[in-house]
């Protein structure tokens, strides 16, 4: 699979006259607990060529793909992806804490890491990651059996929260073994159960509802929801300039 999508990035930087800059894992396989059948989740940022950004209309800012079985492949180009990091997307802060990355322009995550904080958000990190933890307490967990995968999924988003909720400078980390430090000791034996289960099940695999985890869970989204409008603002400075510094010198480079 490594081979089939350093393939297919090649042919999509052909195909379409641009340069991927960065391209990573953004599902299960990078936060940690896929399953055997896990597709593979690629997101990537890629850039045109510089007088494709100087015309009086703007073209088209992100590249989506058929999702097969094994490949879920979709990009945003550089503009897009550096607006909505000052906006301070969610989904793009993970894509650039992933630990699987599969191509990168030398030195491109690096230049973004100093601005991680800054244009974190954390009312809004929180408001994201509440809309995952609503789909997991109020559609997915509600049977007598539920889906490992979509437990899983709840699991880390309802982590996340509270991760901003005690931490709120901090972007929350992308892994679930970093996140899991804030999960109370006492549920420790039955996530550790179910990751075992996870490690050999199937994407549809369904457990009997886990009691206590899913109280907790339930829990968690109240918190969540009473924390989202008192959570502070913590950006004191506007990132825009800096932002626009690098997508200048990474339209420069990529010439």
């Known amino acids: 699979m490594h081979a089939r999508i ?13 340069r991927i800059l960065y391209a990573c894992e953004s599902g299960s396989r990078a936060w940690g ?23 009086l209309d703007e073209g088209a800012d ?26 301070s997307n ?10 699987v990355v599969y191509q990168e322009a030398p030195g491109f995550r690096a230049a973004l890491a100093p601005l991680l904080g800054q244009c974190w958000n954390p009312r809004a990190g929180l408001h994201h990651y509440l809309g995952l933890m609503r789909r997991g307490v109020e559609e997915d967990l509600l049977g007598e059996q539920v889906r490992l995968k979509r437990l899983f999924y709840a699991l880390r988003s309802t982590l996340a929260a509270r991760w901003i909720q005690q931490r709120h400078t901090e972007v929350p980390p992308m892994e679930f073994w970093l996140l899991r430090e804030l999960l109370p000791p006492a549920l420790n034996a039955i996530v550790d159960e179910l990751l ?25 989204y109240q918190a969540a929801q ?16 800096e932002l626009n510094q690098l997508f200048r010198a990474w339209l420069h480079t990529s010439v």
């Open 226 to 241: 009473a924390a989202r409008v008192t959570l502070p603002i913590s950006r004191t400075t506007d990132p825009t300039p």
């Open 6 to 18: 350093q393939t297919d990035l090649t042919q999509l930087e052909a195909t379409h006259n641009i």
């Open 62 to 87: 992100t590249l989506n793909f058929p999702v097969d079985e094994e490949l879920d492949l979709a990009g945003w180009e550089l503009r897009k992806a550096l607006k909505l990091l000052r906006g």
């Open 33 to 55: 607990f896929p399953s055997p059948d896990s597709d593979y989740d690629v997101r990537f940022i890629y850039s045109h060529p510089a007088e494709w950004y100087l015309t």
């Open 90 to 99: 969610a989904a793009l802060l993970e894509w650039l804490q992933s630990p």
């Open 196 to 220: 075992t289960q996870k490690a050999s099940a199937n994407e549809k695999t369904t457990v009997p509802r886990p009691a206590h985890l899913v109280a907790y869970l339930r829990e968690e």
